[in-house]
């Protein structure tokens, strides 16, 4: 079984501070994706990677950032935080090619007051 | 651009009774790929079915979906729901070379009444 693992679980933060989401996969993929999930808006791509050390921008990537250190790891960066970005915060990975599934992590719930 | 529109909200159906989501889609790319994923409370989703076959039905946990170029449709069914398939359900599409991102409709959140 596929393994996605994200921390934290929870999070609250204050707006205008620095938030890291983490991912880590152990399923030996190259691709690795961020997403928001928000009610009515459903599961949107914030920034994604197919390589370590380089990420690319998905379709909502304003206001975050991405780092990519190695093929395992993916993170998140909040640099000012705001309160619209109060959402859960899912991190997925999966091998190249169109018909592969993508795998995803248990999702991080953050909260900006 | 892809995109892949489906039936949204809020879809309640009583138990035993059938239920069908709707999934459309527009691409212009033929190496396509399409996806339904459940996501049962404060889970993750996971895949449900897949398929890149056309007018091939797939079937997994008593749900099917047929691929449907022709109608750019690849809706999902089930005969006879039941109460633990209340859930999100997300239809997606994956086309070759867009650094194989997943197009997601919005989703819609099936509940199964008793």
């Known amino acids: 079984e596929a393994a996605v693992t994200q921390s934290p679980r929870s999070k609250v933060a204050v707006t205008g501070g620095k938030v890291t989401l983490s991912c880590h996969q152990t399923n030996n993929h190259d691709y690795m994706y961020w997403y928001r999930q928000d009610t009515g808006h459903g599961l949107r791509l914030i920034h994604y990677s197919y390589v370590a050390d380089s990420t690319e921008k998905g379709d909502i990537p304003d206001g975050y950032k991405a780092s990519r250190p190695s093929q395992e790891n993916f993170s998140l960066i909040l640099e000012l935080a705001s309160l619209s970005q109060t959402a859960v915060y899912f991190c997925?990975?999966?091998?190249?090619?169109?018909?592969?599934?993508?795998?995803f992590g248990p999702g991080t719930r953050l909260t900006v007051l | 651009g892809d995109s892949v529109t489906q039936t949204e909200g809020l879809v309640t159906v009583t138990e035993g009774l059938p239920v069908m989501l709707n999934c459309t889609y527009q691409?212009?790319?033929?190496?396509?790929?399409f996806f339904w994923y459940v996501q049962y409370l404060n889970e993750a989703p996971k895949l449900l079915l897949r398929?890149?076959?056309?007018?091939k039905r797939t079937e997994h946990q008593g749900f099917h979906a047929t691929l449907h170029k022709s109608s750019s449709s690849f809706h999902l069914q089930k005969s006879s729901v039941q109460l633990s398939d209340s859930a999100l359900y997300y239809c997606?599409?994956?086309?070759?070379?867009?650094?194989?991102?997943?197009?997601f409709g919005k989703g819609a959140k099936l509940t199964v009444s008793p």
């Open positions: 997925a990975s999966s091998l190249g090619g169109y018909s592969y599934e993508q795998y």
């Open positions: 997606a599409l994956r086309v070759q070379g867009t650094g194989s991102k997943l197009s």
């Open positions: 691409t212009a790319y033929s190496d396509v790929a």
């Open positions: 398929s890149s076959t056309d007018n």
